[in-house]
C-alpha cells in the first residue's frame, strides 16, 4: 500500500487549506495502516457536563478518515463525505483529549470507505465508532 502523504505533509495540508479548524488537529500518525489524529480539546468542544459534544467527535472522524484518504491519493481537497454513521459508545474521559484512529477499508476511483474508532487519550477502549464513505472527485 503506497502512502503518498505522510503526518508533516497531511499537517501542513490542514494549516494551508483548513486553517480556520487546523489547530484543533494533529495528526500522530500517517502510514500504511491508517492514520490517527489527536483533537486538542478545548472548552469550546464540551457540551453541559463537561464531556466532549457529539459534533466536535463526529468532526474529529470525519477529518480523519479524510486524511486517511488524502495519505493515499494526495491532496484531493474537493473529496467529500457522502455518508457517516457513528455510534457513540461511553462517555470520553473529561479533560484529555480524543485520538481518532482511521483506517481504509475500500479505495476506489470514486468512492472510499473506512472506519474510524474514536478514544479518549490513554483509554483502551472506544468511546465512539464511525463508518464513512467518501466521493473522490474525477480528476
Do not use: W
Amino acid at each position: 500500500m503506497t502512502v503518498v502523504m505522510d503526518a508533516t505533509a497531511l499537517q501542513a495540508f490542514l494549516q494551508r487549506d483548513f486553517g480556520q479548524v487546523a489547530d484543533d488537529f494533529a495528526v500522530e500518525r500517517a502510514d500504511a495502516t491508517g492514520v490517527t489524529l489527536r483533537l486538542r480539546v478545548a472548552a469550546r468542544h464540551l457540551r453541559p457536563g463537561g464531556t466532549v459534544s457529539g459534533p466536535a467527535m463526529f468532526g474529529l472522524a470525519d477529518v480523519a478518515m479524510y486524511l486517511a484518504i488524502l495519505r493515499r491519493i494526495g491532496p484531493v481537497a474537493l473529496a467529500v463525505t457522502t455518508n457517516c454513521a457513528m455510534d457513540f459508545m461511553r462517555k470520553p474521559q473529561a479533560g484529555v483529549d480524543l485520538l481518532a484512529q482511521a483506517r481504509l477499508l475500500k479505495l476506489g476511483r470514486r468512492l472510499a470507505v473506512g472506519d474510524v474508532l474514536l478514544f479518549s487519550e490513554g483509554g483502551t477502549e472506544p468511546v465512539a465508532r464511525a463508518g464513512l464513505t467518501y466521493a473522490i472527485p474525477s480528476s
